[in-house]
């Protein structure tokens, strides 16, 4: 019994040591694994702000083509109203199922950014439909438009923690 008194002391250091190394690789694993799923979150809320974004991307450009039909605009591709309207109505369809996923996974600043975006949109349309001729208010809608857009993207890079980005105003014209 003596023996087994004088190695208890070694036994219980061994005890201890292998309970230390069990409860450190349990936390390193929870810790990995969290980091993980928010990684994979991070991800799916980019997938779907991009999805969501190229949907209403459509939509815009249908608009810019049927405003130059009408004399607004100075898109190179000009399509009458009555040809743009089942696209219309397609882009229309095809946003909806990513602008579900973005009330489900986006951020309430993101969605609150999409929806003045997409509100902007809705308007353009309903101009269009209307067939007004009038390039001075088609420029204002297009600026609240791009100011929409800028205002979305940078919602989106500040819930994704990304560095600022590119405001995306191309220059259309050449300077002179």
């Known amino acids: 019994m003596s023996a087994f008194l004088q190695q208890l002391p070694a036994l219980v250091g061994v005890v201890i040591g292998a309970l230390g190394s069990y409860l450190a690789l349990v936390r390193s694993d929870r810790e990995r694994f969290k980091r993980d799923r928010a990684e994979r979150w991070e991800e799916r809320r980019l997938a779907v702000y991009s999805e969501y974004a190229r949907s209403l991307k459509k939509s815009v450009t249908l608009t810019y083509r049927v405003a130059a039909h009408i004399g607004n605009d100075p898109h190179p591709h000009p399509l009458p109203l009555a040809e743009a309207e089942p696209l219309m109505a397609r882009a229309a369809d095809d946003r909806d199922p990513p602008g579900e996923a973005l009330l489900m996974l986006g951020s309430r600043e993101v969605v609150d950014r999409a929806l003045v975006w997409v509100t902007v949109v809705m308007e353009m349309e309903g101009f269009q439909r209307a067939g007004?001729?009038?390039?001075?208010?088609?420029?204002?809608?297009?600026?609240?438009?791009?100011l929409g857009r800028e205002g979305y993207y940078a919602a989106v890079r500040e819930d994704l923690q990304l560095p600022p980005g590119h405001p995306g105003r191309w220059l259309t014209t050449p300077e002179t």
């Open 132 to 146: 007004t001729r009038d390039p001075g208010a088609w420029q204002a809608l297009l600026e609240r438009q791009r």
